[in-house]
């Protein structure tokens, strides 16, 4: 594996890793103040981390700095943040031109949908 991928790599699991610590104390926080069903609170935690992934990206973005890799972003949304996903895509707006943000979205929303329902 090339020095480069292995960096990727290692920055895509550094950021997945954040985002899934952050997922993590937000589901603690959401359950503390909030009954629904444990997969509808799963989805709010990692959705409040998935979001500011995407507002760290696109301040980043802006600066010229460290980015979130894409596929890091992917990952955290089909862990169950595509609502920080697609509130991240649309309201900053950031990524809307990349035609794999809108697929992986729509598939982890599906997949979220199918899950809720059998829960």
Known sequence: ????????????????GIGVLASVVAFAIVTSLWVGGLHDRWVIAASIATFFLYVYDKGQSRLGGARVPELALHEMALLGGFLGGWLGMLALPHKIRKPVFWVVLAGATLLHVAISRLV
Not at 1 to 16: D, E, Q
């Open 1 to 16: 594996m090339s020095r480069r991928r292995r960096g990727h790599s290692a920055a895509v699991a550094r950021f997945v």
